[in-house]
């Protein structure tokens, strides 16, 4: 009995020693596939580069109705402060030709309803 659980200790240990391996080996084969993807991966992007074709980033919804909004408002704004200006009409911020050709067709219009 002795001698049967020393080989199978044997058969285990050339098994486990064997597993041992092919885990090291599948480590450095998964460990060369990633540097080989990461090298395809820049390789890749330099073609595009050199393309100039690029990836084109997907665009934000705005909504139209937020900008008619926006637009609305500040022209209703602008028609406010306009409304709300004072006319100011004094003889000091006339000018002194305006009131000449004032003077003249004041005459004139005299001159023609008295004919």
């Keep these: 009995m002795s001698r ?9 240990k050339q098994y486990w020693q064997r597993l041992f391996n092919l885990e090291g080996d599948k480590f450095d ?12 991966n820049d390789l890749n992007a330099q073609v595009n580069d050199l393309r100039g074709k690029f990836v084109k980033p997907a ?18 704004a602008e028609f406010n402060f306009r409304n709300q200006l004072k006319v100011v009409k004094k003889k000091e ?8 050709e004032k003077k003249i067709k004041d005459a004139q219009l005299k001159s023609t309803v008295k004919k």
């Design 59 to 76: 665009l934000k919804k705005v909504s139209k109705y937020e900008n008619k909004f926006a637009k609305l408002q500040k022209k209703a």
């Design 93 to 100: 911020f006339t000018l002194e030709e305006e009131e000449k």
């Design 4 to 12: 049967d659980s020393a080989e199978l200790q044997t058969i285990c």
């Design 29 to 40: 084969l998964e460990h060369i596939e990633k540097v080989k993807a990461q090298e395809i």
